[in-house]
């Protein structure tokens, strides 16, 4: 059965919109929505990041795929011409997807990228998608939440824009973006921000994809990951979310 026919009902973009914004998911094609993928149907012109998968470029084969991905700090492509090349081709175009990898609300620029859209008064619509601390969750079978124990989750960048690491203690489990290539300092900063370690903590490297890694570690241990997980791109989850789960489960309702 094809989509059209069990799901009639995709939502039309608002009035006037000309470029989508769309999560594309953490990787495999397959994790993209369904409103996603019929926006791409209908694409003029696609502007794409580095970290989504080549596959998507079948559900759009009629549109231009414009490669605009940056690499870690080095700028393959700079925000602001980004930002240029986007307008230019809203201006252009009536259908244009900006494609993001995970969600586009999720450490994406999608702010500068919406600013840049409304200055040059263009309307647009955002589509979410899976971010890869859900991908990396699912991926693992750990609930990011846990009852009692895990009630607050927390995204946060490992890297602020002046290149200084940021490690906190504000939830009962606290995913990192970003980390990679500085995972003992990270350990070392979770430690003093409160974090004991001996605290369950994992990293998910390509989440989402058929070649995804897990490693287990402690806080203290967390260093340990970084060979493995070289080159990846790769979140890491502490605290509460981190603990596999231990079966068989007890079930308490409420
Ligand atoms: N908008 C994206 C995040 C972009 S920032 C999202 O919602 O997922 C880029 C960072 O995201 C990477 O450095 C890495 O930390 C993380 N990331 C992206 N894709 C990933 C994947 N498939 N597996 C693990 N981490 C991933």
Do not use: C
């Amino acid at each position: 059965m094809t989509w059209p026919a069990v799901l009639p009902d995709v939502a039309a973009a608002p009035p006037g919109a000309r470029v989508a914004f769309i999560g594309a998911g953490p990787g495999a094609a397959d994790l993209i929505t369904v409103r996603g993928a019929q926006r791409l149907a209908q694409a003029e012109v696609v502007l794409f990041d580095a970290l989504t998968d080549p596959a998507l470029q079948r559900l759009a084969p009629q549109a231009r795929w414009l490669d605009v991905g940056k690499r870690g700090f080095g700028h393959a492509t700079g925000q602001a011409a980004i930002n240029a090349l986007l307008v230019q081709a809203a201006q252009a175009h009536a259908r244009v997807v900006r494609l993001k990898g995970g969600d586009p609300s999720v450490f994406g620029r999608l702010e500068e990228e919406m600013a840049a859209l409304q200055q040059a008064g263009v309307a647009f619509e955002v589509v979410p998608g899976v971010s890869a601390a859900l991908a990396a969750a699912a991926g693992t079978q750990r609930p990011l939440t846990r009852r009692g124990a895990g009630r607050s989750v927390s995204l946060t960048t490992a890297m602020t824009h002046l290149g200084t690491l940021q490690a906190t203690r504000t939830a009962d489990t606290e995913v990192f973006y970003m980390a990679g290539r500085q995972l003992g300092a990270l350990a070392a900063h979770l430690m003093e921000a409160g974090w004991p370690g001996t605290t369950p903590a994992y990293v998910v490297s390509r989440a989402g994809w058929p070649d995804a890694l897990t490693t287990d570690h402690t806080v203290a241990t967390l260093a340990d990951a970084t060979a493995p997980h070289a080159d990846r791109p790769a979140v890491v989850t502490v605290g509460a979310g981190a603990r596999p789960v231990a079966g068989p489960a007890t079930v308490q309702d409420p």
